[in-house]
């Protein structure tokens, strides 16, 4: 009797190891998949941009946050369910295109840490995100070239501007863009915010040919040129433009010009948000 009972010990012991160790292969096997994989979304927000990151490993970046609230049901759609913390948040520069949805992000969500050009610009949604971030003592970077973060295998790093910008005035914010760039692997992605051509040979040295390219300033003439793309020659161009806009973007112009470098070109005004995903070597557009 002693002998059955401890020879069923036996086996219940032995049944429940083997189903942790079962549970313990699915288990691991499921995280290497969807960890290995890079999202980015070019969010549908109307006329303006933004840009939602998701790193492999589950930490995230946004940059810009588009016209309105338009940001916080996309996010809703892209972010996992019940994450409420954002990594790091970009402000390419104080436009209401760009920063407004910004700041209801920062209301809603909790930021680590922002990074922006701090470029003098009087208005009063930027001075509500100012307020916001000092009342929520959130970490705000006043980046330039050379700033950079790295998350496992991805580098993230600042192309743009050269020095600081803090507290300077400028007649045209969009080149105050902070540009960003991204590498993850054999793959790379290059976010322009509005920063125009008249700007864009400072960089031209820092530059090389990207898998994906945030046209520049909605697809407007004064943002893409053939030096421009002569450089990057983007396999992805992504155009982040609102459904009939006022301003005529993108510029046809902009369009014939992605189409003689061979660019698969999606925007967000025909196709709506637009999620590209890649593991370091190949990439999908969905
Ligand atoms: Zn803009």
Known sequence: MKNLRSRLQLIFTSLIILAIIVWAGVFSSYKADSASNLKIYFLNVGQGDSEYIKLPYGQDILIDGGPDNSVL???????????????????????ADHISGLVEVLKRYKVDEVWESGVDYPSSVYDTWKTEISAQKIPDQFVTIGTQKTFDNINFKVLYPLSSLKNSKIDNANNA????????????????????????????????????????????????????????RPAVAVIEVGYNNTYGHPAPSTIDLLKSYAAQIYRTDQDGTIEIESDGVNWVVK
């Open 73 to 95: 049901s996309e996010l809703g759609k892209v972010m996992a369910f019940g994450d409420r913390e954002i990594n790091l948040v970009v402000l390419t520069h104080p436009h």
């Open 177 to 232: 863009s902070v540009v960003t760039e991204l590498d993850f692997n054999q793959f790379s992605a290059l976010f322009t915010g509005d920063l125009e051509k008249t700007v864009q040979p400072e960089i031209y040295d820092k530059l090389h040919a990207v898998t994906v390219l945030k046209v520049d300033h909605h697809g407007s003439t004064n943002g893409t040129d053939d030096n421009w793309l002569k450089i990057l």
